[in-house]
């Protein structure tokens, strides 16, 4: 729409005359003191409009309204909560099970997507034809779409509440979830629990050593059997010593069915067996393209000069073509653990109790206070997008002085 | 440069259809040529649009009826669906004038969220729906139980309250649209679903077997619904009060839809002084000296308007009960207008 | 040691041997598969592996969609066991595909009144004829094309959809606003050539662009208020495939110019400018949609002043397109960057002003480079619609929802048949503008390379 002969430019000195207005630095100045009005006006507008509203109705704002008792219950919670605790607790109830959710998913997700997107390179023809064809149709379906269909149509084929699927060993699963068998602790289990780390703790020194050997000598160590057999041995010694000594150091308490569907053992509710579920193989989808162009991006050279060094196509996987890969797979990798993160508020469509599900959800329904409960949630998730971008910027940098 | 404006100003087209305030409620309305009403997103014997987007239901009446005594024509409404999120920010802010939507009227409503009750239209409590092969004829009988219910709702506190005083074990699941409880119960994922008597009454006809479920006898809360105004103006909140009040009344006094026009003639004086024949009551609330005898002509009186959207003959089959007239057993008493 | 020469040798062939075809089990259809499949024993594993996986899914879903699914029916009779009270054998377990076609027109139309939805097509048949020669590069009246879909089509849409004659209220009523209006349009023209006076410009440009966007205003507040004899349908009863494709196609409208400015303004060499878009974005892009959602719902009203309330669905759509606009925004970042550094001091050097140069210069460039990025931005946006049901807005995914509980079709595979056929829809859409943004990345990769 713009005007042609308005772009064509004059040439300096042919004007009328020079004014301090042609000072490049006087019009920013300018033009950054109107936008600082205009920006701090429209905010106060704002707040002014929030605050007249909330007044004439006799509403005062604030946030010791997080202090007062909830009221209502939420089935999952990871620390301890009861209808009488207040508020506050709930942010922190849902704070923590949204921070679950995410750090489940991003391990799936991450596992998944690796094989998907390395599936997708296959000389296989049939395997790279199913991993393409997971990745078009998982990204191109809504996310919330994909979580009803997990949990509405899917979870829905898992028999009723008073039947259930038995797993045997894996307890038993029905549409109220997955009940494992959950473990109770016997007396000295804590002497197993010092093997085992000690073991990890001997991993860690067996790997160094390995490094150190590997550079001096050149000659490899199998680092991954070793730790595995280490590991083993500490958990088969200490255990034996310990039934030994005390008896049996560890029972399962095995679910049981009961009127209203199983009861004891572990329990994973289909909430966010389904969320995780469709947040995990969808953001796998995006992972595994990330992967691959990662891959791609890794000059076709460095496969050919592997291969003629005589090492075969999985060492050269993993020596060669991942690390440097990572490089390029960090940066974009992050933005979808953080899309990851922000997307498992959709949990609210499926009554998770999530932040947004119960903070932003029942808490803000309980009260009617829609403004102090927003904030607060945008302001948790704006800090946990922060802090990430921050630490990965970080990580960035050590990661690129290390390659260079 | 259209490119950006345009949004803009499509935008604010389609913003200030809703116009812009001045102090008095009722002069906005009249100005406005319409009421707004907030109802609920689809309740059946409540609220509930049909195919074509018609509204029907006792809160949509509530809103018919305040239009007549307004305009004198019951159409001049304007329906907003809102959530339990929303409802009283909607009001808070303007965005409707009136909330007619199953809302329970408690005290922390009234005080804190900056609302006014203007009556009740319905006296309900909260109730139990159970599978029939379930074998719970009681829901003292509920203990482990997983109970679907809808969020921010007094039905979730009012279950936490009765199973904690009942010490007994339960689940929520609690789900923020009455469809997706609706469909999650169905699914087979709780034992129990929970709401308003009422509302067990017109979900169970969503329901894929209706006739699998049966409700529990137990009432477990007090549920006074009713339609909310905002606080602040007193003309606007005794407007709404008296014409629920004048349908009573007119029950009471046996004044109906269809013989509104000859009770006019009737000698009793308590008549003629509500619908407008003796005195200026209409005048005292700024409207009409005839306003309720326009609102019981559009909905009839309370009585029609129960039986027409909830009562035995509907497909809820609510029976009278507690919203009985006083004299014939139940609590329903308005205040005399005189 | 051996001086005897290669010639020497009568056993060392002098000719050629004729080329000897490939063995069979290397050519052809059985060497593809040994070569693909079979050539190694991972590799036979993998491929067993994948044919298993294959075989696990893909012959569920077609016998649930095609082979067992119900064509034809009145009410959920057809759809049901006859323990669930129907016709069909027990344990059957296929699509309903009736229920579907029953409720086809809600799930495009929403609960657009019957006797106006032709409104709702003829909108759908404007945006065709206006999107696809934008999509097809070659295609001549580019010019006239985008002034088409940016000036022309949003007002007849908006017209059509919501009936037009809107009511403005007591701020625009009669002559008494329009002779308010001119005299405001003579200040801000006088504004404007008084900063030109100031800056030593003669060009009248300015100016006219000024006048030129004050008169447009003014004769699109006029058109809106026409009377067309179209009834007004309150976008409370908008829905389905409408509302998915009102709030993407507005939500990409909106982000694009806002998404542009905020670029420059990251790239800007004032400090405040920049922190100030720098947080702008940031913020955006670091909470989730839903909250978004949610903030646009319950508290955006408050944010107004007492008794001033906006729409529902446009209040769902200022938070789609502020969100949108940040990601675009970031989107448009990556085409300023790769722009090389001497087109924007060629344009310095020849001396012409930034905003010369970004509208003449740059942008031309940079939008060009980011079409796939922006494609992207809309897929998506499209996919992101979905969440306003959660705010009690019925989109396509929302309408379907709301169809379940109707009983007429209640059973227990309506909300899998529901499921699988949106899932088809999203996926058509979505699939096919991944595809037409790939095009583009290629068509402008090779125009690159040259």
């Known amino acids: 729409m713009a005007v042609q002969d308005a772009g064509v430019p004059r040439l300096a000195g042919g004007g009328s005359g020079f004014s301090v207005l042609n000072d490049q630095r006087v019009r920013g100045v300018l033009f950054q003191v109107l936008l600082v009005i205009g920006v701090v006006s429209f905010a106060w507008w704002l707040i002014s409009n929030t605050a007249a509203n909330l007044r004439a109705q006799g509403i005062e704002f604030g946030f010791g309204i997080l202090w007062n008792t909830a009221g209502f219950s939420i089935n999952q919670t990871l620390i301890e909560y009861q209808e009488n605790s207040t508020y506050g607790r709930v942010y922190v109830v849902g704070l923590l099970n949204t921070l679950l959710v995410a750090a489940l998913g991003v391990v799936l997700a991450t596992v998944l997507g690796f094989i998907v997107g390395i599936a997708r390179l296959s000389n296989n023809w049939i395997i790279a034809r199913a991993a393409t064809v997971y990745i078009e149709v998982l990204r191109n379906i809504p996310l919330l779409l994909q979580i009803f269909i997990w949990y509405f149509a899917v979870l829905r084929l898992l028999p009723a509440k008073r039947e259930a699927l038995d797993l045997g060993p894996f307890g038993l699963l029905n549409i109220a979830g997955w009940y494992a068998p959950s473990p109770i602790f016997g007396e000295g289990f804590s002497v197993v629990v010092i093997a085992l780390l000690l073991a990890i703790l001997g991993c860690f020194a067996i790997s160094s050593w390995a490094r150190k050997r590997l550079a001096a000598t050149g000659q490899p160590f199998p680092v991954f059997l070793a730790s595995v057999g280490l590991i083993v041995a500490a958990l088969v010694v200490s255990l034996l010593l310990v039934a030994l000594i005390w008896g049996r150091p560890l029972t399962l308490e095995y679910p049981t069915l009961g009127n209203f569907g199983p009861r004891g053992g572990a329990r994973l509710f289909p909430e966010l067996m389904g969320l995780l579920l469709a947040l995990s193989t969808y953001t796998a989808s995006f992972i595994a393209e990330i992967v691959r162009a990662g891959i791609l991006a890794v000059s076709r050279g460095q496969t050919e000069a592997s291969y003629s060094l005589g090492l075969r196509s999985g060492p050269t996987l993993r020596l060669v073509i991942i690390p440097q890969a990572m490089r390029v797979i960090i940066p974009p990798l992050t933005s979808q653990y953080l899309n990851l993160t922000k997307n498992s508020s959709l949990a609210v469509a499926i009554a998770y109790p999530d932040l947004v599900s119960v903070f932003a959800g029942t808490a803000l329904n309980q009260t009617g206070r829609a403004v102090e409960f927003i904030l607060i949630t945008m302001a948790t998730y704006l800090m946990i997008s922060l802090i990430t971008s921050l630490f990965m910027n970080w990580y960035n940098a050590r990661m690129a002085l290390v390659e260079r | 440069m259209g490119k950006m404006l345009l949004p803009i100003v499509a935008g604010a087209a389609l913003g200030l259809t809703a116009s812009v305030a001045s102090a008095a409620t009722l002069d906005e309305v009249k100005e406005r040529g319409e009421l707004v009403c907030g109802v609920s997103q689809g309740l059946p014997g409540f609220s509930n649009p049909d195919a074509q987007g018609a509204w029907s239901g006792i809160d949509v009446d509530v809103c018919r009826a305040i239009a007549a005594a307004i305009f004198g024509d019951d159409s001049k409404v304007s329906y907003t669906p809102l959530s339990a999120k929303e409802?009283?920010?909607?009001?808070?802010?303007?965005?409707?004038?009136?909330?007619?939507?199953?809302?329970t009227w408690t005290m922390s409503r009234d005080s804190e969220l900056g609302l006014n009750f203007a009556g009740v239209n319905y006296y309900d409590g909260q109730g139990f729906m159970v599978r029939k092969d379930l074998g719970v004829n009681s829901a003292t009988q509920l203990s482990g139980a997983a109970v679907c219910t809808n969020t921010g709702t007094t039905t979730e506190l009012n279950v936490a309250d009765y199973f904690r005083a009942q010490r007994m074990e339960y689940e929520v699941v609690a789900f923020e649209k009455a469809d997706e409880v609706v469909a999650a119960y169905d699914a087979g994922r709780c034992d129990v679903y929970t709401t308003d008597a009422s509302g067990l009454y017109a979900q169970r006809l969503k329901l894929a077997n209706p006739g699998d479920h049966m409700v529990l006898p137990e009432i477990i809360s007090k549920e006074p619904l009713g339609p909310a105004v905002r606080q602040g103006d007193d003309q606007w909140l005794d407007i709404v009060k008296w014409t629920l009040n004048a349908l009573i009344n007119a029950e009471e006094m046996g004044i109906t839809s269809a013989n509104v026009e000859e009770m006019k003639g009737s000698g009793d004086p308590a008549i003629a002084r509500l619908l407008g024949v003796e005195g200026s009551f209409g005048e005292a609330i700024g409207l009409d000296n005839d306003w309720a005898a326009k609102a019981i002509a559009a909905v009839g009186n309370y009585s029609e308007m129960f039986e027409r959207n909830v009562g035995p003959n509907t497909d809820l089959g609510i029976q009278r009960g507690l919203n009985a007239l006083w004299r014939d057993g139940g609590i329903l008493y308005a205040p005399p207008v005189r | 040691m051996a001086d005897t020469s290669m010639t020497d040798l009568s056993y060392v062939r002098t000719e050629m041997v004729p080329d000897a075809p490939a063995p069979r089990r290397d050519t052809g259809f059985v060497g593809w598969l040994r070569q693909n499949l079979f050539s190694s024993w991972a590799n036979t594993l993998l491929t067993l592996l994948g044919a298993w996986v294959i075989w696990v899914v893909v012959p569920p879903l077609i016998q649930f969609s095609l082979i067992d699914a119900v064509w034809t029916g009145e009410n959920r009779e057809a759809c049901t066991t006859i323990a669930q009270g129907g016709v069909l054998p027990d344990g059957w377990f296929g699509a309903?595909?009736?229920?579907?076609?029953?409720?086809?027109?809600?799930?495009?139309?929403?609960?657009?009144?019957?006797?106006?939805?032709?409104?709702?097509?003829?909108?759908?048949?404007?945006?065709?004829?206006?999107?696809v020669p934008m999509l097809i590069p070659s295609a001549p009246f580019k010019r006239e094309n985008i002034l088409y879909m940016s000036v022309i089509f949003p007002v007849a849409a908006l017209l059509l959809l919501t009936g037009g004659h809107f009511d403005y209220g007591p701020f625009i009523t009669g002559q008494g606003f329009w002779i308010d209006y001119l005299i405001l349009t003579v200040i801000v023209c006088a504004i404007v050539?008084?900063?030109?006076?100031?800056?030593?410009?003669?060009?009248?440009?300015?100016?006219?662009?000024?006048?030129?966007?004050?008169?447009?205003?003014a004769v699109l507040l006029f058109i809106l208020g026409i009377d067309f004899g179209l009834s007004h349908v309150e976008t409370d009863v908008w829905g389905g495939l409408l509302v998915t494709l009102v709030i993407a196609v507005t939500g990409i409208a909106a982000s694009l110019p806002l998404g542009i400015l905020l670029a420059l303004g990251r790239r800007s060499n004032m400090p405040i400018v920049r922190a100030v878009c720098v947080a702008f974005i940031e913020f955006w892009r670091g909470v989730p949609l839903i909250t978004v959602l949610f903030m646009s719902s319950v508290m955006l009203p408050l944010f107004l002043p007492e008794g001033v309330t906006f729409d529902k669905l446009l209040r769902a759509l200022i938070g789609v397109a502020l969100f949108s606009a940040a990601y675009m925004a970031e989107v448009v970042r990556g085409g300023l960057q790769a722009i090389s550094k001497g087109q924007y001091e060629g344009a310095d050097a020849v001396g012409l002003t930034y905003w010369q140069k970004t509208r003449l210069i740059v942008l031309p460039q940079a939008l060009t480079l980011v079409i796939p990025g922006i494609v992207n931005t809309f897929i998506g946006l499209f996919k992101d619609t979905t969440l306003v049901l959660i705010i009690g807005l019925f989109d396509f995914l929302g309408q379907m929802q709301s169809s379940f509980t109707d009983p007429t079709w209640a059973s227990p595979v309506q909300a899998t048949t529901a499921y699988f056929f949106a899932a088809v829809v999203y996926w058509v859409f979505c699939f096919a503008m991944s595809r037409y943004s790939i095009f583009t990345e290629r068509r402008l990769s090779t125009g690159h390379k040259h």
């Open chain 2, 87 to 103: 409802r009283f920010t909607a009001l808070q802010s303007g965005e409707v004038d009136l909330l007619s939507r199953n809302t």
């Open chain 3, 96 to 131: 309903c595909w009736p229920y579907v076609g029953d409720y086809f027109a809600q799930f495009v139309y929403g609960r657009y009144p019957f006797d106006a939805r032709w409104r709702v097509d003829i909108v759908f048949v404007l945006f065709a004829i206006g999107l």
């Open chain 3, 193 to 217: 050539y008084a900063w030109g006076r100031a800056t030593g410009t003669t060009s009248l440009g300015p100016v006219r662009v000024t006048g030129l966007s004050m008169v447009a205003i």
